[in-house]
């Protein structure tokens, strides 16, 4: 593993812990009981969240497609700082559901199926975009 790709790697794990603390905060915290209709806040979350899933996949590909073909390399200077921020995009993308997941919750009193789908598809997310070494040299 080179440098670069390890510092990626640790970025995707704080990233990925991140999720783990939205969904420990939001069961530790306390919500006066009562029923607040959010409704279309919660269909506005839900467009957004799928749209920031499916956009990820669209930019790692667009982004970060040349390291896997071959035409962009990591040995290159040049090409370090593509190779970072193309993966940190598509990780903020993938996180940002859980972020989306946390704000849901918070305003749904902390009911459980409010929040709990966010980040739950924001890790698997986060897992399918893992840096994995393999993932960047060439199929050839």
Known sequence: MKPVQLIVFIIWGALCTSLLVYAGMINLMSFAPGKADTSSFSNIIALTAGSAAALSFVLRKLLLGGFAAGT?????????????????????????????????????????????????????????????????????
Not at 76 to 92: C, K, L, Q, T
Not at 122 to 139: E, G, N, Q, T
């Open 72 to 140: 962009l390399s990591l040995d290159d200077p040049a090409h370090r700082g593509r190779f970072i921020a193309g993966n940190v995009v598509v990780f903020a993308l993938s996180e940002g559901i859980g972020a989306l997941g946390f704000v849901n919750g918070v305003s749904s009193s902390g009911r459980i199926e409010a929040w709990l789908p966010y980040i739950a598809l924001a890790f698997v997310l986060m897992i399918l975009h893992i840096p994995l070494p393999s993932r960047f040299k060439p199929a050839s």
